[in-house]
């Protein structure tokens, strides 16, 4: 599924891969298509069942990590949803959730230097404009995983790396200090589960809102998608080293094959092959296999 058509409820937002719907009764109703983008452009071919990955990491990690941290995932059960959107093609990528106060900061956790990370590091050894040990290579380990914010950037603008001092600015000094412990806590189970299928979880980014508690106040939750190929850069263990950055478990294919193009990398997008797009498919599913232990012909709509 590329596009999601009427549902039958006042769509509140299309985003690069989710579709918003109001669900009512302070809910959300978050779709995953197959959409998949690259360097901020989203491509015309869909990548199969890419959205049912994305649905079905996001509730394993919810679950796993419930004793953690709670979460706005209400279910995932079609039958759950409003009548008019139990539609069969809607099966196995649909999350029925709780409305949310987002955060106006994503919350970035590394245990790697890599991505924009490196790049900073290498101009300046900095990270997030937080000096680190020096000496470091790309994709080298760091000394302990470091919280590194960013803001949320307006449509078709790029996400900004911030100081933690900026985001008390953003959110207030005892929010942002209870979304690093969060998301650090958060982090560490996710890295040790990785690690044991053979993983390196080399960072990933949570969304993290407010939702009313039981006792008059607000609770911090997980939200929107949490551990998926999207979100997080994971890493075969036996394929890192330090010095160069391993192919990610995501859709690294599409962006290696975008690189060979003559491409400047704004709309429209150019044809992916169709081989690309089952290695990139082969990869999600294989994440999502291998580091949760589950099949992906169990997960429903297949």
Not at 29 to 53: H, I, Q, Y
Not at 70 to 97: F, K, Q
Not at 121 to 136: C, D, E, N
Request: charge should be negative; aromatic fraction near 6%; proline fraction near 7%.
């Amino acid at each position: 599924m590329r596009d999601v058509g009427d549902v039958g409820l006042p769509r509140l937002h299309r985003g690069k891969v989710r579709d918003l719907f109001d669900g009512g009764d302070d809910r959300l109703v978050m779709v995953a298509s197959d959409r998949l983008s690259a360097f901020d452009v989203v491509m015309d071919e869909p990548v199969p069942d890419k959205g049912r990955v994305l649905t079905a990491m996001s509730a394993f990690w919810f679950a796993e990590l419930a004793g953690v941290v709670g979460n706005h995932l209400i279910s995932t059960d079609l039958s759950d949803l409003p009548p008019s959107a139990r539609r069969p093609e809607l099966e196995g990528r649909t999350m029925l959730c709780r409305r949310a106060e987002m955060l106006p900061i994503e919350c970035i956790v590394r245990a790697h230097v890599a991505g924009s990370a490196w790049k900073e590091y290498r101009a300046s050894g900095t990270i997030h404009g937080t000096p680190v040990a020096s000496g470091l290579a790309e994709a080298e380990r760091l000394p302990e995983p470091l919280f590194t914010p960013s803001t949320k950037a307006a449509v078709g603008d790029h996400d900004e790396n911030v100081t933690f001092d900026r985001a008390v600015e953003l959110v207030g000094g005892e929010l942002a200090e209870r979304a690093r412990s969060v998301s650090l806590q958060v982090f560490a189970v996710a890295s040790a589960r990785a690690e044991a299928a053979g993983f390196l979880l080399a960072d990933t980014k949570f969304e993290l809102g407010l939702v009313p508690s039981p006792d008059g106040g607000t609770e911090l939750v997980l939200a929107d998608e949490v551990l998926t190929p999207d979100s997080s850069r994971y890493w075969l263990a036996s394929e890192w080293t330090a010095g160069s950055t391993p192919h990610g478990f995501d859709k690294q294919p599409v962006r290696d094959y975008l690189e060979t193009l003559d491409w400047d990398k704004t709309p429209p997008p150019p044809t992916l092959p169709s081989e690309v797009v089952a290695a990139t498919r082969d990869r999600y599913v294989a994440a999502y296999e291998r580091i949760c232990g589950r099949s992906l012909a169990d997960w429903p709509g297949a």
